[in-house]
């Protein structure tokens, strides 16, 4: 079972914008941890796309964003496109667990 | 470039044991940890946990204690790892994943290698 939670599944449009939220506690994202994102695509291996809270590796476009407030993240996914559909997981680290956790997963469905 | 390569699919009887392997290329292998993540079928993420390259030093997560073993071979800038006593619901793909250490992210990836627990 994750200590983080993530809705299970989100659509849109192309061209809309989604958000995904990544709700921890105070033992991880509210004890100050920095959250992380991936992007698994179907059959691939999972993809860094935001790191400390909100940094874009090289190649990630900008379209991708994220955020942290309290307890919580998000990522933001702006002019959906049809290869924005995906897995994406939250990761943080957990005080209680002395160990890296991820979230739930959410999946991303254009329509 | 960073490269992690792993071993290939598995099919293994229930009890048996099985030792993914996880070649690092195109950094300094002892600058980074390695780290195991296991995925069921239609499953989420689930960190296993860590291997310090430098000390050889493991952590495991909860729940992967006992059976599950994380080692090196520095010599071949690979990682492993071993499962024993396997179970019907020990069926996933297992990936390797470098980080800095600390509280950090993983920032680069084995292709994973799925492990088939079946009579």
């Known amino acids: 079972q994750s200590v983080l939670t993530q809705p299970p599944s989100l659509s849109g449009a192309p061209g809309q914008r989604v958000t995904i939220s990544c709700t921890g506690s105070s033992s991880n994202i509210g004890a100050g941890y920095d959250v992380h994102w991936y992007q698994q695509l179907p059959g691939t291996a999972p993809k860094l796309l935001i790191s400390?809270?909100?940094i874009r590796p090289s190649g990630v476009p900008d379209r991708f964003s994220g955020s942290k407030s309290g307890t919580s993240a998000s990522l933001a996914i702006t002019g959906l496109q049809a290869e924005d559909e995906a897995d994406y997981y939250c990761q943080s680290y957990d005080s209680s667990l002395s160990g890296y956790v991820f979230g739930t997963g959410t999946r991303v469905t254009v329509l | 470039q960073v490269q992690l390569v792993q071993s290939g699919s598995e099919l293994k009887k229930p009890g048996a044991s099985v030792k993914v392997s996880c070649k690092a290329s195109g950094y300094s292998f002892t600058k980074y940890g390695i780290n195991w993540v296991r995925q069921a079928p239609g499953q989420g993420l689930q960190w296993m946990g860590r291997i310090n390259t430098n000390t050889a030093n493991p952590t495991y997560a909860q729940g992967f204690t006992g059976r599950f073993v994380f080692s090196l071979d520095t010599s071949v800038t690979t990682a492993y790892l071993q499962i024993t006593g396997l179970k019907a619901d020990d069926t996933a793909v297992y990936y390797c994943?470098?980080?800095?250490?600390?509280?950090?992210?993983?920032?680069?990836w084995g292709q994973g290698s799925l492990v088939t627990v079946s009579s």
């Open positions: 400390g809270n909100n």
């Open positions: 994943a470098r980080d800095l250490g600390g509280y950090d992210y993983f920032d680069s």
